[in-house]
Nanobody, 117 residues
Framework: VQLQASGGGLVQPGGSLRLSCAAS????????MGWYRQAPGKQRELVAV???????KYADFVKGRFTVSRDNAKSTVYLQMNSLKPEDTAVYYC????????????WGQGTLVTVSS
């Protein structure tokens, strides 16, 4: 399984970006796709996840600003980011979790989002 992320870049505060992540390979239909981020000097943290058969989940710091969605036919997950803040600056990683106890995790290569004027 491989994950290919795209869509990062430089944006001004208050602006928007849309990240995409396409999964390829043998993917079970029941899975969780989502996004994590890691800012310089900080640990990687969950941003938003979209289970194949459940409700989306968001970190408190992005609620109302970011929207995660997925296209199962394309095995792709998206992250629409609006009202971006400088503190959103980080490398964003897409993630695929398959199975349980424990789930098998796959990570994309990361895409840099920089929010600055």
């Amino acid at each position: 399984v491989q994950l290919q992320a795209s869509g990062g870049g430089l944006v001004q505060p208050g602006g928007s970006l849309r990240l995409s992540c396409a999964a390829s390979g043998s993917i079970f239909s029941i899975n969780i796709m989502g996004w994590y981020r890691q800012a310089p000097g900080k640990q990687r943290e969950l941003v938003a996840v979209a289970p194949s058969g459940g409700r989306t989940k968001y970190a408190d710091f992005v609620k109302g600003r970011f929207t995660v969605s997925r296209d199962n036919a394309k095995s792709t997950v998206y992250l629409q980011m609006n009202s971006l803040k400088p503190e959103d600056t980080a490398v964003y990683y897409c993630n695929l979790a398959v199975g349980s106890n424990p789930p098998k995790l796959y990570w994309g290569q990361g895409t840099l989002v920089t929010v600055s004027s």
